[in-house]
């Protein structure tokens, strides 16, 4: 598909979701996502200050998937926003929320993801959903990734991220290993998690009996949330895109039923 099409099919179909009647106003999308947004600054504020040669490594281990956890939240809060669930009634805020969170996660572009994720939700498994490859898991996520940066994107983060760190190690001081650690290897880390639980493995059969192409795990509450924000529900997310992430769980419980 054209990019002036995905863009005029995008921007025709999410108001079609903004102005489905459950979308009322709520407080719950603005405090879960300020909520992770305070736990991503504080949480690296903290480390980059400790001294790691005071911790055990197994406590250095969980700092890190814990950073790790809530670089995920990020990008889970940009999605709920490209879905218009953060903030229903204000799109503008919405969609503010949403580039915020991206530009935390590495400087990415928000109206691009949220161009290529629609495009994924109109024809998945395709051959025009970037989220999906028939091939191995490493093969997929390095063509999943190539599908989302162009090289202008990398570029932009390479040099943006770049000047942070440089800014954050020469201007206040942070150790360079305290950055790699609880900064730059969460930020990978997150992209393989959201790849693997969110993409990969619901949508590696392309012969599941469903349009979406998409199938649900079947985890427990607790590590469906801790796998990926309860995302292995990814049929019912494509079946209800307009559903926050903590709302899909409600939702598997009553479809089991």
Known sequence: MAESARKQWYYSTRENFVQCETRSFSLTGLLVAVTIAILWIGSLGFLSFVDICQLLPVWILVAILGRTFIQTGLFIVAHDAIHKSVCPSNHQL?????????????????????????????????????????????????????????????????????????????????????????????????TTQLFYFGTYLPHRSSNAENSHQATSSNYPLIWSFLTCYHFGYHWEHHEYPFLAWYDLPSVRQVLDK
């Open 94 to 190: 919405n969609d503010a929320i949403g580039q915020f969170a991206v530009t935390l996660y590495a400087l990415l572009d928000y109206q691009k993801l949220a161009i290529n994720h629609w495009q994924h939700h109109q024809q998945p498994g395709q051959a025009g959903d970037l989220d999906f490859h028939n091939c191995n898991c490493f093969i997929w996520y390095l063509k999943f990734m190539k599908g989302y940066l162009n090289f202008r994107q990398i570029v932009v983060q390479f040099l943006g991220l770049g000047t942070t760190f440089i800014t954050l190690h020469f201007g206040l001081h942070i150790p360079v290993p305290n950055l790699f650690l609880f900064w730059i290897l969460p930020i990978f880390f997150s």
